[in-house]
């Protein structure tokens, strides 16, 4: 059976972005298309999403109803979160790298090669997609982690009717 894929994700600057503000006038609403292009991600390539956000209700894993209940709002199921969907991040024992480390060594059935990490600040890790805290996660975000779990970035593209 293939290795689970698992998708590291931020929330603010990927999800919660200067353009989100502009657009709702919100700092807290999750970016519906940055979710679109998540999902189609996840549709795709069975990844599991993991948070690393440092937003309150993740801390010591608590309060996934809270955090489902944001991604709903934006067009995205809890079943798009693993299991174990927090990396219970916390200040004081270590940055966002060893906080993924230590996820990682709790599953030893998932590989480091098989992840990508989102996040508008550097990580120093494989596969981690960088995106900017004014846009966020777009298009070409996409194409860099289809690339990263080895599946065809055109994916985008399939099932789409030319309507020109
Ligand atoms: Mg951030």
């Not at 698992?6 to 006038?25: E, K, M, Q, S, Y």
């Not at 969907?85 to 590989?111: F, V």
């Amino acid at each position: 059976m293939p290795a689970t894929k698992i998708i590291f994700l931020d929330f603010d600057g990927p999800l919660c972005n200067h353009r989100v503000t502009a657009a709702t006038g919100s700092m807290e609403a999750f970016d519906q298309y940055a979710i679109a292009v998540l999902r189609k991600v996840c549709d795709l390539s069975g990844a599991k999403i993991v948070c690393t956000s440092t937003r309150a209700p993740l801390y010591e894993g608590g309060r996934k109803d809270i955090v489902a209940q944001w991604f709903a709002d934006a067009g995205m199921g809890a079943e798009y979160l693993h299991p174990d969907w927090s990396c219970r991040y916390d200040n004081t024992k270590g940055g966002r790298r060893e906080h993924i480390a230590r996820w990682l060594t709790e599953h030893p059935d998932c590989s480091i090669r098989d992840t990508v990490t989102i996040d508008d600040n550097f990580v120093d890790v494989p596969n981690l997609v960088q995106v900017n805290r004014y846009d966020g996660l777009m298009s070409g975000h996409f194409m860099q982690i289809m690339t990263a779990f080895v599946l065809d970035p055109q994916h985008l593209y399939k099932d789409i009717v030319r309507q020109i």
